[in-house]
């Protein structure tokens, strides 16, 4: 038996593409060159509005936050300053009696 006359049927058949031919009925030149400038011209001033939107947004945060030298106030900048010098003597400290933390440690497990 031939497995020929199964594939030929419609099970394995694909449509064929139909081909739509169309032409326009009236066609006026004049109007879609008209068209397509005011599509243009939208186009355009819509960009343009955008830019300048853009622009007055970051023009208006530019001018609420006042720049800073790399970042820090001089509170910053002195805030900082006393954390590291606290954190620098707390260390010396701890360092110089670091001894006597020990004989007081191992007193008192005896």
Do not use: C
């Not at 058949?13 to 169309?22: A, D, I």
């Not at 530019?62 to 900048?77: A, D, I, L, M, T």
């Not at 001894?99 to 005896?110: A, G, N, W």
């Amino acid at each position: 038996m031939s497995q020929k006359p199964f594939f030929k049927s419609r099970l394995f058949k694909l449509p064929n593409h139909r081909k739509f031919e169309f032409s326009a009925r009236y066609y006026d030149e004049d109007k879609e060159i008209i068209e397509n400038s005011k599509k243009e011209i939208k186009n355009d001033l819509a960009n343009n509005y955008d830019n300048d939107y853009s622009s007055r947004i970051k023009d208006s945060f530019n001018r609420r936050q006042p720049k800073k030298g790399f970042g820090f106030s001089s509170w910053e900048n002195t805030r900082l300053i006393i954390i590291f010098v606290l954190l620098i003597g707390g260390f010396f400290f701890l360092y110089d009696e670091l001894d006597e933390l020990l004989e007081y440690l191992t007193q008192s497990k005896k």
